[in-house]
């Protein structure tokens, strides 16, 4: 009879482990991140969608293609904040229905308050991350392996389909 489950390999083990540490890494980080949105009346999510448009405007599928979201749910938000006056919607010149999400002075004011306020933020827990040890090079190694396996699982995704 031939074995169906193998065991899992050393880097497996480590991977799944990898894996369990970013999902609670994740609810940390938006709980971190609500933390930091909070004060200028925004969340983690309206924070992410804010920052995609800051360079240039952006239609909604592609702000959640960039996210790694749910195209439903980063409509949502970015309705909210259209509502809010933080953002607005504008034609698209490269497609007739998929309109463009614009930064408006509200939405920029309320980005850069929640951008210096991550910057204190992100500044204390990397001296913190220093004083064990962990210096920029080693956040450097560990986000290039993080890039790695980002990449796998967007092409293990295309493959798929």
């Known amino acids: 009879m031939q074995n169906t489950n193998p065991a899992r390999t050393p880097a497996a083990d480590a991977l799944s482990w990898l894996m369990v540490q970013i999902f609670q890494l994740n609810g940390a980080l938006t709980a971190a991140g609500d933390a930091l949105a909070k004060p200028a009346?925004?969340?983690?999510?309206?924070?992410?969608?804010l920052a995609c448009v800051e360079r240039a405007p952006m239609?909604?599928?592609?702000?959640?293609r960039t996210l790694g979201l749910a195209r439903q749910s980063?409509?949502?938000v970015a309705d909210l904040l259209a509502d809010e006056q933080l953002c607005r919607y504008a034609d698209n010149p490269q497609h007739q229905r998929a309109k463009l999400l614009v930064l408006e002075a509200a939405g920029s004011s309320a980005?850069?308050?929640?951008?210096?306020?991550?910057?204190?933020?992100?500044?204390a827990?990397?001296?913190?991350?220093?004083a064990t040890g962990t210096d920029a090079e080693h956040i450097k190694a560990a986000s290039a392996v993080l890039g790695q396996l980002l990449a796998l699982l967007k092409q293990e995704g295309k493959d798929d389909d």
């Open 111 to 123: 980005l850069a308050a929640i951008q210096a306020a991550q910057r204190s933020w992100a500044n």
């Open 74 to 76: 980063v409509q949502r």
């Open 59 to 64: 239609p909604v599928a592609q702000i959640a």
């Open 41 to 49: 009346g925004q969340s983690t999510a309206r924070w992410q969608v």
């Open 125 to 130: 827990l990397g001296e913190q991350l220093a």
